[in-house]
């Protein structure tokens, strides 16, 4: 159920899967599929662009082990954070897939 409340659209949403919670509001808007896309990410920090650096630039700052495994990595524009594919990214691409597979 669509529904101007304000000018604002909402969406009733019903259930407790949090899936199935994202694919009512997709197919209440019209989404086909999702996407995840580490050109346009955000810092969970403060929201600044993260950009990708190189990976010289960031030896002393990240974990040995960390540095030896990864090849990519980002910063925060705005507070500095740094980022690299971990477990965390392959959760969310999991979760995409299954978003994507659903919305099929």
Same mark, same amino acid.
């Given at each position: 159920?669509?529904?101007?409340?304000?000018?604002?659209?909402?969406?009733?949403?019903?259930?407790?899967?949090? %899936?199935?919670? &994202?694919?009512? &509001?997709? +197919? +209440?808007?019209?989404?086909?599929?999702?996407?995840?896309?580490?050109?346009?990410?955000?810092?969970?920090?403060?929201?600044?662009? &993260?950009?990708? &650096?190189?990976?010289?630039?960031?030896?002393?700052?990240?974990?040995?082990?960390?540095?030896?495994?990864?090849?990519?990595?980002?910063?925060?524009?705005?507070?500095?954070?740094?980022?690299? =594919?971990?477990?965390?990214?392959?959760? %969310?691409? =999991?979760?995409?897939? +299954?978003?994507?597979?659903?919305?099929?």
């Amino acid at each position: 159920m669509l529904k101007k409340i304000g000018g604002i659209t909402t969406v009733l949403i019903r259930g407790n899967d949090e %899936i199935e919670q &994202i694919i009512q &509001i997709a +197919k +209440k808007i019209g989404l086909s599929n999702f996407v995840l896309d580490t050109n346009s990410s955000r810092c969970v920090d403060c929201n600044g662009k &993260i950009e990708a &650096i190189d990976k010289i630039r960031i030896m002393e700052k990240v974990p040995p082990r960390i540095y030896e495994r990864q090849e990519k990595f980002w910063s925060c524009k705005g507070c500095k954070k740094l980022y690299w =594919e971990g477990t965390h990214l392959v959760k %969310i691409q =999991e979760f995409v897939e +299954k978003l994507n597979q659903r919305l099929k």
